[in-house]
T-cell receptor, first 117, second 111 residues
């Protein structure tokens, strides 16, 4: 079974530009979460989508947005890029299962390394 | 503010030894606990999940959970140089898929 795929793998942008990152979850997985990883802040939750709806959102400014399509693929967008947005952006997918069954495992894609100059 | 604390390390152990990684969390309603391994320049890889108090073993890895003490640990037996990586503890609360991560412990296994 193919894993989580993310495109592009690397991006270089300049301040003020916007960027769109794409994520395809593992086949059959319906939940997609996005995380930002930086050396200073570690891994931080951005948002989570299920059935084309954002269910949870982390503590990030409104410049960070996302969406999910009917085939569970997801995109995230960052507008008006700042130098501090340079990071590894990770997408994770999981099955939608009752939490009481404990199947809440998230599997990460390879990430998109964004550099803002 | 949900917090997950890990020993920042770095932790060095000789090949063949047991590596012990520890994690504490602040949110008492946390229900799911995970250990991820991240090699330098790569994305996190899930190696263990645990949901109930006690021990869970998978090969050379054993996860231990104590909800009363809000403590989760990972033991790596017969450590190999290929185990050298950063180990991330992650905690999930309620029905949310949101995970809160610790800052990671860098493990080096010396040949």
């Amino acid at each position: 079974k193919a894993g989580v795929t993310q495109t592009p793998r690397y991006l270089i942008k300049t301040r003020g530009q916007q960027v769109t990152l794409s994520c395809s979850p593992i086949s059959g997985h319906r939940s997609v979460s996005w995380y930002q990883q930086t050396p200073g802040q570690g891994l931080q939750f951005l948002f989570e989508y299920f059935s084309e709806t954002q269910r949870n959102k982390g503590n990030f400014p409104g410049r960070f947005s996302g969406r999910q399509f009917s085939n569970s693929r997801s995109e995230m967008n960052v507008s008006t890029l700042e130098l501090g947005d340079s990071a590894l952006y990770l997408c994770a997918s999981s099955l939608e299962a009752a939490l009481r069954r404990g199947n809440n495992e998230q599997f990460f894609g390879p990430g998109t390394r964004l550099t803002v100059l | 503010q949900k917090e997950v604390e890990q020993n920042s390390g770095p932790l060095s152990v000789p090949e063949g030894a047991i590596a012990s990684l520890n994690c504490t969390y602040s949110d008492r309603v946390s229900q799911s606990f995970f250990w991820y391994r991240q090699y330098s320049g790569k994305s996190p890889e899930l190696i263990m999940s645990i949901y109930s108090n006690g021990d869970k073993e998978d090969g050379r890895f054993t996860a231990q959970l104590n909800k009363a003490s809000q403590y989760v640990s990972l033991l790596i037996r017969d450590s190999q140089p290929s185990d050298s990586a950063t180990y991330l503890c992650a905690v999930g609360s309620g029905s949310a898929r949101q995970l809160t991560f610790g800052s990671g412990t860098q493990l080096t296994v010396l040949p």
